[in-house]
Nanobody, 123 residues
Framework: QVQLVESGGGLVQAGGSLRLSCAASGRAFSLYAMGWFRQALGKEREFVTAISWSGGTTYYADSVKGRFTISRDNAKNTVYLRMNSLKPEDTAVYYC????????????????WGQGTQVTVSS
């Protein structure tokens, strides 16, 4: 069992930056690939980015490529999402998720989820 807690969300103006954190507790964090998803009001949950168990491989949705950066610190059991050049369309609840055996862009590939943190980007 893995518990995930996101933090760092808030209100920011367009063009600004935020860093989200996701702290994990429970089973060995380094055994899990990690992902970030987001869900805007009235829309389906969508993939943002993912990082491999060691942190050596990362994937990004086209909509955030070049603006967002995922990283992890296995010693601190934490994954981060650095978000730069934020746009109003980035407004959503952001969720981190953990995948034990395989991971990708589908929510179905992830085993554990956090409660989410709200990010609001004003124009």
């Amino acid at each position: 069992q893995v518990q995930l807690v996101e933090s760092g969300g808030g209100l920011v103006q367009a063009g600004g930056s935020l860093r989200l954190s996701c702290a994990a507790s429970g089973r060995a964090f380094s055994l899990y690939a990690m992902g970030w998803f987001r869900q805007a009001l009235g829309k389906e949950r969508e993939f943002v980015t993912a990082i491999s168990w060691s942190g050596g491989t990362t994937y990004y949705a086209d909509s955030v490529k070049g603006r967002f950066t995922i990283s992890r610190d296995n010693a601190k059991n934490t994954v981060y999402l650095r978000m730069n050049s934020l746009k109003p369309e980035d407004t959503a609840v952001y969720y981190c998720a953990a995948a034990r055996y395989r991971y990708g862009s589908s929510p179905d590939e992830y085993d554990y989820w956090g409660q989410g943190t709200q990010v609001t980007v004003s124009s």
